[in-house]
């Protein structure tokens, strides 16, 4: 089992729409979480952190439930450049660091 | 902005020769990562760098990949002799400090092996 994993996808969703994705992870001691996106070819930016409460920033909503372990990234009002992969980020320690083989979004108009 | 600088940005070799990347990272910061990222797949984290120290190297094959940062600022990754299965993107990325968390990307050394 990988210590990350993630749906490759493709999710192929009208614009408009909204679609959420999940992120596991086997080590029940891992600390940090983030969600990355990439575009094609391009190299990962961060979207946004992960906190235990949640966090939302505009559009973007993530969130962790550590009993399951996973993680979550909900977009809403789906528009075409979100198109992208998105990678999620697991932190075991300050050097151990995982990220997921990514989900690809391709948002239709 | 500032940001981090690769190059070159491609590379083409052939397998068993010698390659080597080069990274600038934002000005400032502490601490370097280097990922190989082969298509379809998420970054490998190769090695980390605290300042001029090494963190972590434990995913670094390390009979023909090698890493420094001898000031502490800008950083070589080189790979001898190249292998057919080493064509991938080299991504360097940076931080403020380990703790900090969020790490900035350039963008990329695409090596291909032929």
């Known amino acids: 089992r990988k210590e990350v994993e993630q749906d490759p996808g493709p999710f192929n969703v009208p614009e408009g729409a909204t679609v959420a994705f999940n992120c596991t992870y086997s080590n029940s001691a891992s600390q940090s979480f983030f969600w990355y996106r990439q575009d094609c070819r391009k190299e990962p930016k961060l979207l946004m952190s992960v906190y235990s409460s949640g966090n939302e920033d505009g559009r973007f909503t993530a969130q962790l439930n550590r009993a399951s372990q996973y993680i979550s990234l909900l977009i809403r009002d789906s528009k075409l450049s979100d198109s992208a992969t998105y990678l999620c980020?697991?932190?075991?320690?300050?050097?151990?660091?995982?990220f997921g083989s990514g989900t690809r979004l391709s948002i239709r108009p | 902005e500032a940001e981090v600088a690769q190059s070159p940005r491609y590379k083409i070799t052939e397998k068993s020769q010698a390659v080597a990347f080069w990274c600038d990272p934002i000005s400032g910061h502490a601490t370097l990562y280097w990922y190989r990222q082969i298509l379809g797949q998420g970054p490998e984290l190769l090695v980390q760098f605290q300042d001029e120290s090494v963190v972590d190297d434990s995913q670094l094959p390390k009979d023909r990949f090698s890493a420094e940062r001898l000031k502490g600022v800008d950083s070589t990754l080189k790979i001898q002799p190249a292998e057919l299965g080493d064509s991938a993107m080299y991504l360097c990325?940076?931080?403020?400090?380990?703790?900090?968390?969020?790490?900035?990307f350039g963008p990329g050394t695409r090596l291909t092996v032929l």
């Open positions: 990325a940076s931080s403020p400090d380990a703790a900090y968390n969020e790490q900035f």
């Open positions: 980020v697991v932190y075991s320690s300050a050097s151990k660091i995982i």
